[in-house]
T-cell receptor, first 113, second 113 residues
């Protein structure tokens, strides 16, 4: 298995622009998670999908952030408009709902200037 | 509310030492506990997954134990090497609610020659 695949690996954008991060989970995994990691706050869970349905989005910072999972093999995290404080590494992870371990993607390093 | 604490926050040791990294959690109702490794600027690599019914897991020079009733896990690294230098993260998956992974802040390990 190729693991959890994220794209792009790096993204540099100007403040105010729309940013879309992409994730392909491991085939057969029915839970998908978006995390954000910064030096100040560590790893933060943004949103959690189970069987393509958003279950918990309490970690989404504000309305500028949105996430979708149109099918079992693809998810997006969108930031519109982006701000410099959104600069972080964004990780996607997937797992089986019951009792499975998590597998993380390599992350997208976002820089908003 | 589940909280995960890792001690020490940082550790610097000479090559060849045997190490113990500690993880504690406040709620014993968990599905499993997972240890990850993160190299600077990289993603999270799963090292060991211990199900709630298990006491320990081993992989090469790594051994992780779980005492669910006391809310503790240890990661033992035998004969440490400079290549073991990384941040080690402990995470628990609660058995109730949305069972999303709860991370500790990590132990930053440096093994010097």
């Amino acid at each position: 298995d190729a693991g959890v695949i994220q794209s792009p690996r790096h993204e540099v954008t100007e403040m105010g622009q729309e940013v879309t991060l992409r994730c392909k989970p491991i085939s057969g995994h029915n839970s998908l998670f978006w995390y954000r990691q910064t030096m100040m706050r560590g790893l933060e869970l943004l949103i959690y999908f189970n069987n393509n349905v958003p279950i918990d989005d309490s970690g989404m910072p504000e309305d500028r952030f949105s996430a979708k999972m149109p099918n079992a093999s693809f998810s997006t995290l969108k930031i519109q408009p982006s701000e410099p404080r959104d600069s972080a590494v964004y990780f996607c992870a997937s797992s089986l709902t019951q009792g499975g371990g998590y597998t993380f993607g390599s992350g997208t390093r976002l820089t908003v200037v | 509310k589940q909280e995960v604490t890792q001690i020490p926050a940082a550790l610097s040791v000479p090559e060849g030492e045997n190490l113990v990294l500690n993880c504690s959690f406040t709620d014993s109702a968990i599905y499993n506990l997972q240890w990850f490794r993160q190299d600077p600027g990289k993603g999270l690599t799963s090292l060991l997954l211990i199900q709630s019914s298990q006491r320990e897991q081993t992989s090469g020079r790594l051994n992780a134990s779980l005492d669910k009733s006391s809310g503790r896990s240890t990661l033992y690294i035998a004969a440490s090497q400079p290549g073991d230098s990384a941040t080690y993260l402990c995470a628990v998956r609660p058995s109730g609610g949305y069972n999303k992974l709860i991370f500790g802040a990590g132990t930053r390990l440096a093994v010097h020659p």
